[in-house]
T-cell receptor
Framework: AQSVTQLGSHVSVSEGALVLLRCNYSSSVPPYLFWYVQYPNQGLQLLLKYTSAATLVKGINGFEAEFKKSETSFHLTKPSAHMSDAAEYFCAVSDFSNDYKLSFGAGTTVTVRA | EPEVTQTPSHQVTQMGQEVILRCVPISNHLYFYWYRQILGQKVEFLVSFYNNEISEKSEIFDDQFSVERPDGSNFTLKIRSTKLEDSAMYFC???????????FGPGTRLLVL
């Protein structure tokens, strides 16, 4: 069975400050890991993914995430927050053994202060 | 860029009524999924579908739910007799063969009164 834990349901950052969203996963087989972003009243947009290649993954909008197997983590970062980063962010895990179905974390809402 | 589309974007229905939510996956994708997100909660897997069969379903996906690929382009989720607790955003997703990434549609917001 797979699961994802996102630490912190809400994160507030100042514009220009570092954004750090934490994600820990549990998987009995090598996982695929994803970060999706959901803007208000919109669908889920893929930010980035880890698929067993490079452990440091770069995504859209300046976001990146690092896969750390020893810590079972896949934290999302962005060096400098922009007002447009205000959204809800979901970490998700899947693997080949269950048709790649996604198990999502509870989500982290990011607000950006001017 | 190809994308998953869903119709309608919003649907309001009375409890006990049947609803059909429609999805058009990315054209060369063969794996299809439905997820739902109750307001304020996390996104939950409902069902996966491949080769005209359900591959896997969650505990949520009971006898009131069914999925179908009625033609070469559409993928539908039917709820036979809606309940208040079915009110949620329903997302369709699709995936290509030998790919691990699912691409999501914009969702259908279902409100059951």
């Amino acid at each position: 069975a797979q699961s994802v834990t996102q630490l912190g349901s809400h994160v507030s950052v100042s514009e220009g400050a570092l954004v750090l969203l934490r994600c820990n996963y549990s998987s009995s087989v090598p996982p695929y890991l994803f970060w999706y972003v959901q803007y208000p009243n919109q669908g889920l947009q893929l930010l980035l993914k880890y698929t067993s290649a490079a452990t440091l993954v770069k995504g859209i909008n300046g976001f990146e995430a690092e896969f750390k197997k020893s810590e079972t983590s896949f934290h999302l970062t962005k060096p400098s927050a922009h007002m447009s980063d205000a959204a809800e962010y979901f970490c998700a895990v899947s693997d080949f053994s269950n048709d790649y179905k996604l198990s999502f974390g509870a989500g982290t809402t990011v607000t950006v202060r001017a | 860029e190809p994308e998953v589309t869903q119709t309608p974007s919003h649907q309001v229905t009375q409890m006990g009524q049947e609803v059909i939510l429609r999805c058009v996956p990315i054209s060369n994708h063969l794996y299809f999924y439905w997820y739902r997100q109750i307001l304020g909660q996390k996104v939950e897997f409902l069902v996966s579908f491949y080769n005209n069969e359900i591959s896997e379903k969650s505990e949520i996906f009971d006898d009131q739910f069914s999925v179908e690929r009625p033609d070469g382009s559409n993928f539908t989720l039917k709820i036979r007799s809606t309940k208040l607790e079915d009110s949620a955003m329903y997302f369709c997703a699709s995936r290509g063969s030998w790919q691990e990434t699912q691409y999501f549609g914009p969702g259908t917001r279902l409100l059951v009164l």
